[in-house]
């Protein structure tokens, strides 16, 4: 069965820093992965997703993801983070029926 | 253009009562899904309609659960007998039903039983 692991409950980086979040997944075919932030009391909007081809994607507000096959992994990196990155990002597997992990709440320090 | 809306925003009932929760999709998208999130949770897959039918309804924890999409667009998300263990945000998506793409997700519905 499909299923995400997302091992960090909660993030806090300082403003500038440089951050990744981790996700592990577990799916029996190639899988489509995604990547979503959800703000308080706003949608969840998707970041970045991958299909196929290139490990490295790159998606909205300069995140980029890196898909590692043999680590069952996919996570989601950003050089810089700004203060307005404070949200919940959320990893997800699947085609329709998808699959979400718990979560990471991200804090940013000023 | 119009994202995904859902109405209402929020929803208190009491326990034992039967609640409908709606999705307006955005237009033209064939493919629609609801998706249920407990608090500290991500979201929850419960059903997904392709046009009018429901191609997969395997998230449906049980048979008090039940959604509807008579005419391929606005889909109607029925709880009957609602238990406390149901509140939660409930959110709806759709995307366009060409392939795997992506999902919009509405803002949701918070329900909550009391």
């Known amino acids: 069965a499909q299923s995400v692991t997302q091992p960090d409950i909660h993030i806090t980086v300082s403003e500038g820093a440089s951050l990744e979040l981790r996700c592990n997944y577990s799916?029996?075919?190639?899988?489509?992965l995604f990547w979503y932030v959800q703000s308080p009391g706003q949608g969840l909007q998707l970041l970045l997703k991958y299909f196929s081809g290139d490990t490295l994607v790159q998606g909205i507000k300069g995140f980029e993801a890196e898909f590692k096959r043999s680590q069952s992994s996919f996570n989601l990196r950003k050089p810089s983070v700004h203060w307005s990155d404070a949200a919940e990002y959320f990893c997800a597997v699947g085609e329709r029926d998808m699959r979400f992990g718990a979560g990471t709440r991200l804090t940013v320090k000023p | 253009g119009a994202g995904v809306s859902q109405t209402p925003s929020n929803k208190v009932t009491e326990k034992g009562k039967y609640v409908e929760l709606r999705c307006d999709p955005i237009s033209g998208h064939t493919a629609l899904y609801w998706y249920r999130q407990s608090l500290g949770q991500g979201p929850e897959f419960l059903i997904y309609?392709?046009?009018?039918?429901?191609?997969?309804d395997s998230g449906l924890p049980n048979d008090r659960f039940f959604a509807v999409r008579p005419e391929g667009s606005v889909s109607t998300l029925k709880i009957q007998r609602t238990e406390r263990g149901d509140s939660a945000m409930y959110l709806c998506?759709?995307?366009?039903?060409?392939?795997?793409?992506?999902?919009?997700f509405g803002p949701g519905t918070r329900l909550t039983v009391t």
């Open positions: 799916y029996g075919a190639t899988p489509y």
């Open positions: 998506a759709s995307s366009s039903g060409q392939g795997v793409d992506e999902q919009y």
């Open positions: 309609f392709q046009g009018t039918g429901a191609a997969d």
